[in-house]
């Protein structure tokens, strides 16, 4: 099946009628849909098919004679709410379409050749990005993990269990992976400035998700003068704009995009306002100083407004610089500009856990990402797949 017969077949899943945009958010039944259609894509080509106690996915191409450390690609095919089509099924479809280019090719790997879908990638129901490739490597425990709860308050192991996966089983084993490469559609304009249809990353940005807490005092919306309330929406508001000044300044990344607010009436002044914060910077002490300038500014705030800020890291992942000779070798394969990106991924989790690891990115003629506008010319998806069929030949080979 082409990769254009294969996007066909993934257009439709989970898609809002009315925005365009994806909801596939991990253990429902549009992932679900995805995860089968992705066992029937390796069925289809004779792959070994993985699949462990997360729904995480491997398929396995392992001509006869293919020993040593295996080289694993893939991506995951979870989204964002309202999400683009792009980010990570294009890795996955690409994938699958590479082997089938080295295929027709009449290229025989020497070393076995792994697709993998991670799930949970987004972080987009339980709160934690990249939750499957962080179990599998080990760098969250699944007695932590299973205690997480979605903003429905389903846990984690019961979401497992109601999309028929048993949570007591294995997870699935990196250790005999040698090296891991993720094509991804590249979230900005970088590519499109140079004019060029695939790009090589040279590092992940630093970044963190924290939990803002602006505790107040309730009351009523039209019997408390101004100067009797203690409002945390106040102190949220300023803490808002002074994380956009300091992103500002400092050239980084500050967004607040999620708010919870109690008792959420209209004519009540709040108790609690809950703000989560996505921070990103080019380096890790800059990622630091700027959640500290921020936090500062919040709790300043806070004791004029006679509220209690509290601050709760709840995920943060230092700066992944690629391994330098993976990225050196597969440069010579094409005219790839080096770039680096502010999104997380799987592939910066895998190099986390110390596996050589690269990432191929695609043009986004948008620059958009996270949002129905995301997207990618087909000439250039299909660049994307020549491209990765080129690095999986000369890693395989």
């Not at 294969?6 to 992932?31: H, I, K, N």
């Not at 295929?103 to 993998?116: A, D, E, Q, T, Y």
């Not at 992944?320 to 070798?329: C, E, I, R």
Request: proline content about 5%; aromatic content about 6%.
């Amino acid at each position: 099946m082409t990769f254009e017969a294969m996007w066909r077949d993934l257009t439709p899943v989970g898609r809002s009628a009315s925005s365009g945009g994806y909801f596939r958010q991990p253990w429902t039944c549009a992932e679900s849909e995805l995860r089968a259609w992705f066992a029937e894509a390796a069925l289809a080509r004779g792959l070994e098919l993985e699949t462990d106690a997360m729904g995480n996915q491997v398929a396995w191409w392992r001509p006869v004679g293919a020993t040593g450390s295996a080289v694993l690609t893939g991506s995951h095919l979870d989204s964002v709410l309202d999400g683009g089509a792009y980010d990570g099924p294009l890795g996955v479809v690409s994938a699958l379409a590479a082997v089938d280019e080295m295929r027709s090719r009449g290229v025989v790997p020497l070393r076995p050749i792994g697709v993998s879908v991670f799930t949970e990638e987004e972080g987009s129901r339980f709160g934690l990005a990249c939750l499957g490739s962080r179990l599998v490597t080990g760098t969250t425990t699944w007695e932590s993990a299973r205690e997480r709860q979605d903003q429905s308050g389903v846990y984690l192991s019961d979401a497992l269990a109601s999309a028929g996966l048993d949570p007591s089983a294995g997870l699935l084993s990196l250790a005999d992976v040698g090296c891991f490469v993720e094509l991804h559609v590249e979230q900005g304009r970088d590519l499109v400035e140079r004019d060029v249809a695939v790009g090589l990353a040279s590092q992940i940005w630093p970044h963190g998700r924290y939990r803002f807490d602006f505790v107040g005092a309730a009351n009523h919306a039209g019997t408390t003068r101004m100067e009797d309330r203690h409002d945390p929406m106040l102190t949220y508001a300023m803490t808002v704009l002074a994380a956009n000044k300091q992103a500002r300044l400092a050239g980084q990344r500050a967004t607040f995009g999620r708010l919870e607010v109690a008792p959420n009436a209209t004519n009540a002044v709040p108790s609690r306002v809950t703000g989560w914060l996505d921070a990103r910077c080019s380096s890790d002490e800059g990622l630091a100083a700027l959640v500290e300038a921020i936090t500062t500014q919040g709790v300043d705030r806070a004791g004029r407004d006679a509220t209690v800020l509290t601050v709760t890291p709840e995920s943060v992942s230092s700066a992944v610089h690629f391994d330098p000779a993976l990225v050196a070798s597969l440069a010579t394969l094409g005219d790839w500009p080096q770039i680096p990106t502010a999104a997380g991924h799987d592939a910066g989790i895998l190099s986390a856990a110390g596996i050589p690891t690269a990432m191929l990115f695609v043009r986004n003629p948008t620059g958009v990402s996270h949002s129905p506008a995301e997207a990618a010319e087909m000439g250039d998806c299909l660049a994307g797949v020549a491209a990765l069929a080129d690095v999986l030949t000369e890693l395989a080979t």
